[in-house]
C-alpha cells in the first residue's frame, strides 16, 4: 500500500473482521480508555458490506473521516 498522509498510523490488517470488508483494510488501536478509539484504513476500492452496530447502553459506532474520499 502506498504511504499513508495520514497522522493516523496503518495499523495490521484487520483480519478478525475481513468478513464485512470487500478489499484489504487495516485497523489501529488509539486508545482503549473510556471511548475505545481505532483507525481504520481502507486500500482503494476497498468496499464495506451492510452492517449494523447494535449498542444495548447508548453506545454504537461514530465514523470521522480523517483522509481521503468516501460514501456512507
Known amino acids: 500500500m502506498k504511504e499513508s498522509l495520514s497522522a493516523f498510523?496503518?495499523?495490521?490488517?484487520?483480519d478478525a473482521y475481513a468478513?464485512?470488508?470487500?478489499?484489504?483494510?487495516y485497523l489501529a488501536p488509539l486508545t482503549a480508555e473510556?471511548?475505545?478509539?481505532?483507525?481504520?484504513t481502507f486500500?482503494?476500492?476497498?468496499r464495506n458490506n451492510?452492517?449494523?452496530h447494535h449498542a444495548e447502553?447508548?453506545?454504537?459506532?461514530?465514523?470521522?473521516c480523517v483522509y481521503g474520499d468516501g460514501w456512507y
Not at 498510523?9 to 484487520?14: A, D, E
Not at 473510556?34 to 481504520?40: A, C, G, K, L
Open 34 to 40: 473510556q471511548i475505545p478509539t481505532y483507525n481504520v
Open 9 to 14: 498510523p496503518l495499523g495490521s490488517t484487520n
Open 43 to 46: 486500500e482503494p476500492a476497498c
Open 19 to 25: 468478513e464485512y470488508f470487500i478489499g484489504q483494510s
Open 50 to 52: 451492510w452492517h449494523i
Open 57 to 64: 447502553k447508548g453506545g454504537g459506532q461514530m465514523l470521522i
